[in-house]
């Protein structure tokens, strides 16, 4: 599985990006999907995960609302949607994709995750 991910940049508080996630070797409603990101000389953290089915999605707090996680099965890709962006959100972002047999409780962490993207710069800055 490689994942490509890219739509990351420089925007002002309060604006919108959107993240893309090209997936390839598996089609995305196979695996489980998740979104991570690392701030500088912080540990990676989830921003969503969403299970393979489709059924699961979960965000972490701190993006709730403002975030969301969308599956586009006809071009194997998982977006992540950010609105109303912080300066707290910058942050370099990885999709990451993992084997669909792994409990659901993996999924909200990186360990639940075997294929990771290269990330993609987000900068909120005025």
């Known amino acids: 599985v490689q994942l490509q991910a890219s739509g990351g940049g420089l925007v002002q508080p309060g604006g919108s990006l959107r993240l893309s996630c090209v997936v390839s070797?598996?089609?995305?409603?196979?695996?489980?999907m998740g979104w991570f990101r690392q701030a500088q000389g912080k540990e990676r953290e989830l921003v969503g995960g969403?299970?393979?089915?489709?059924?699961?999605?979960r965000y972490a707090d701190s993006v709730k609302g403002r975030f969301t996680i969308s599956r586009d099965n006809a071009k194997n890709t998982v977006d992540l949607q950010m609105n109303s962006l912080k300066p707290e959100d910058t942050a370099v972002y990885f999709c990451?994709?993992?084997?669909?047999?792994?409990?659901?409780?993996?999924?909200?962490?990186?360990?639940?995750?075997?294929?990771w993207g290269q990330g993609t710069q987000v900068t909120v800055s005025s």
């Open positions: 990451a994709a993992g084997n669909k047999s792994k409990i659901l409780s993996t999924l909200w962490t990186p360990g639940g995750y075997d294929h």
């Open positions: 070797g598996r089609t995305i409603n196979t695996v489980n």
């Open positions: 969403i299970r393979w089915t489709g059924l699961n999605i």
